[in-house]
């Protein structure tokens, strides 16, 4: 945990306690023993998989693999022509919102910027991280990336930097944890919603987007 972590759990225990009426023994975390101490503060990796130096490759590998699509692209100023373009090869037409982080290309008139309002068809927004090992994109929410786009409109897109793609879930984590002020939740999502609970046949699009489409950019996010 960060300090600022282990202050506001510091903070929410003791607002427990003083409703039960307890005293709390230990009043922070920096009185606790030096090994319970540094136990609670690290953050500890597990074995993990090797996958190789390409993560660029292995990720497009996993994300095929489970019905996402992708394409590159050379600049942020293509992102605008790369949707209208996906839009109008898989026959959608209606309704599109972005995310604020987002709302400074060049749109048209039509497009919202926002939270999902349940009515629009396509969503377009931008990832903390992509995860080579398992081809999930990892989304974080906050006021800039509302958090419904991610599951409202059947098709969504997602915008990714090649140095946004990590090895492994837990470097994604990492991520999470230097973004100031955290996100209220971090989804991972790995294809189109699916399920086969009915006769055990596959259904796309049962409680989440139909599709999902990356648009992969050279280089970092801006800042």
Request: aromatic share 2%; hydrophobic share 45%.
């Amino acid at each position: 945990m960060t300090s600022g972590e282990l202050a506001a759990r510091e903070r929410v225990l003791g607002r427990i306690s003083a409703a039960l009426g307890r005293e709390r023994s230990i009043a922070s975390v920096d009185q606790l023993p030096a090994d319970v101490s540094d136990r609670i503060s690290r953050h500890q990796r597990h074995t993990l998989p090797t996958i190789g130096d390409d993560l660029v490759g292995r990720l497009i590998t996993q994300m095929e693999a489970v019905l996402m699509s992708v394409v590159r692209l050379q600049s942020r100023s293509d992102v605008v022509e790369a949707v209208r373009f996906y839009c109008a090869s898989e026959g959608i037409d209606g309704p599109m919102t972005v995310s604020p982080a987002l709302a400074d290309l060049d749109w048209p008139a039509e497009t919202g910027v926002g939270a999902a309002s349940g009515v629009e068809l396509t969503s377009v927004t931008p990832c903390l991280a992509a995860v080579a090992e398992t081809g999930s994109v990892a989304l974080a929410s906050h006021a800039a990336t509302p958090a419904t786009l991610n599951f409202l409109p059947d098709n969504h897109i997602i915008v990714l930097y090649e140095n946004q793609v990590v090895a492994h879930v837990d470097d994604a984590l990492a991520k999470m944890r230097d973004l100031d002020p955290l996100p209220r939740a971090l989804n991972f999502v790995t294809g189109p919603s699916r399920t086969g609970d009915i006769e055990q046949t596959i259904e796309i699009g049962a409680h989440g987007p139909r599709r999902m489409h990356v648009l992969l950019l050279p280089g970092d996010p801006p800042v």
